[in-house]
């Protein structure tokens, strides 16, 4: 499995910073810094907060003005970045080699100096409570967000990300430096860089720049996990001209030898233009324009999501061509043959062939594994266990997992 892994090196520093660093023969360099942060650990005064953060360090630091911040990123000549998920908060940049040193530079000035200016906080809950704004006017986003407000009860997953026009607008500029200062501690972080330096080179500039940075992280939420509930909900949006139907299933816990047949049987349900539901709504029926499905199989999350625009008068039909498909691969009316898993295997091969050949990809990829606790080689594991995968494994895992859903219904209103 040689060809599978890639030079990395990780070292903590003396204030509990990771680091990892992996070399690459390659002319980009890219950096990935994460904190384990989000949106699950939030309590209810905080809803928002880690993603409100992520904007704010983008808006001046006790050493750069906002404009002088973004100037000098832009002038990296490369792709800059920031996302909030449910657990971490991740800040990117890729650029060419020899702007490394200074896109690290940039990126911990803003991580250890921001300074949560008091005029840029009120004009940036402007462009959130926008932001808010805009992902209701969005059907997609809108249909995902309900089908996850009705489908817990007490889990933070029914929660926005971005919090409510409500929170923001509440928030206090002691309120968000202090949520700052006590998750943005370097115990709570990692750093990784992909670069055609040695690790040596790598990591001095990183410990020259963040070794004295000080603080221990507070104890974090604890999360609750819960399934789905088990209900149709319709809800109604004016100024739209088709409706949505939104699958969610919730898995308290998935053991890792199911992890790999799930995500095979999520691409072949409805991730690729050939798959079962893409090839019957669209191709067959000409039910949908969007069909998809997505999963996301981190322990503190476990959800899986279908999704398809559809016409309000074809609502019915949709929701028992996604039943059927279901019912079909578990009683193995769909068959898992050998080609079948063939092309899957070389899909999921081709994936991870991607991610191995792009720097910013394999830093994002080995970031994220690093913030959830897990192997950053886990993938050669599952090249060795896609060479046993049977269509058994996907019938089994669909009998396991695929029950009682979460079903929202998005319809125009009349």
């Known amino acids: ?29 890219s950096i990935n810094i994460g904190v384990n942060i989000g949106s699950l650990y939030e309590d209810e005064k905080e809803l928002g907060m880690s993603h409100f953060v992520e904007h704010m360090l983008f ?19 490369g792709d800059y970045n920031a996302y909030t998920d449910y657990i971490s908060t991740v800040y990117s940049i890729t650029c060419l080699d020899e702007e490394f040193e200074k896109g690290i530079e940039l990126l911990s000035d803003m991580v250890l100096n921001s300074s949560f ?24 986003d809108l249909s995902i967000s309900r089908t996850h407000e009705y489908a817990f009860h ?14 923001v607008k509440g928030f206090k500029r002691k309120q968000v430096y202090d949520f700052y200062k006590k998750y943005y501690t370097p115990d709570n972080c990692v750093i990784v860089t992909v670069s055609a330096f040695s690790h040596e080179q ?9 070794g004295k940075w000080e603080g221990k992280s507070h104890k974090k939420a604890k999360i609750i996990k819960e399934e789905n509930k088990d209900i149709v909900k319709t809800t109604y949006k004016s100024q739209i001209e088709q409706g949505t139907v939104t699958y969610l299933y919730a898995f308290k816990e998935v053991c890792e030898k199911d992890k790999l047949p799930l995500k095979i049987l999520s691409y072949k349900l409805a991730e690729s233009s050939n798959s079962i539901l893409f090839r ?11 069909v998809y499905s997505q999963m996301d199989l981190d322990e503190n999350v476990n959800t899986m999501n279908i999704f398809t625009s559809v016409r309000e008068e074809s609502i019915d039909e949709v929701i ?15 068959n898992f ?10 899909t999921h091969k081709t994936g991870v062939v991607s991610t191995l050949e792009d720097c910013s990809s394999l830093c994002s990829y080995v970031l994220v594994q690093s913030l959830a606790g897990k192997d950053i080689t886990e993938f050669i594991n599952s090249m060795e266990e896609l060479e046993t995968l049977t269509g058994e494994d996907i019938y089994r895992v669909c009998n396991k997992y695929l029950n009682k859903p979460t079903i929202h219904i998005l319809k125009p209103m009349e």
């Open 1 to 29: 499995m040689k060809r599978w892994t890639f030079d990395e090196n990780t070292i903590i520093l003396p204030n509990g910073l990771k680091v990892i660093t992996i070399k690459k023969d390659t002319r980009l360099a």
């Open 59 to 77: 808006k001046g630091t006790k050493n750069r003005s906002n404009e002088q911040l973004n100037r000098e990123l832009e002038f990296l000549g």
């Open 117 to 140: 200016d008091e005029k840029e906080m009120k004009k940036e809950k402007g462009v959130v409570l926008s932001e808010i704004k805009s992902d209701k006017d969005d059907i997609e």
């Open 154 to 167: 007490k889990s933070a997953l029914r929660n926005s990300i971005a919090g409510t026009e409500e929170h």
């Open 202 to 210: 790598m990591q001095k500039i990183i410990t020259d720049l963040f």
């Open 280 to 290: 019957e709504l669209r191709e067959e029926r000409g039910l949908a324009y969007d």
């Open 320 to 334: 028992e061509v996604i039943d059927k498909a279901i019912l079909d691969i578990k009683n193995k009316n769909i």
């Open 337 to 346: 043959d050998e080609d079948m898993l063939c092309m899957m295997k070389k």
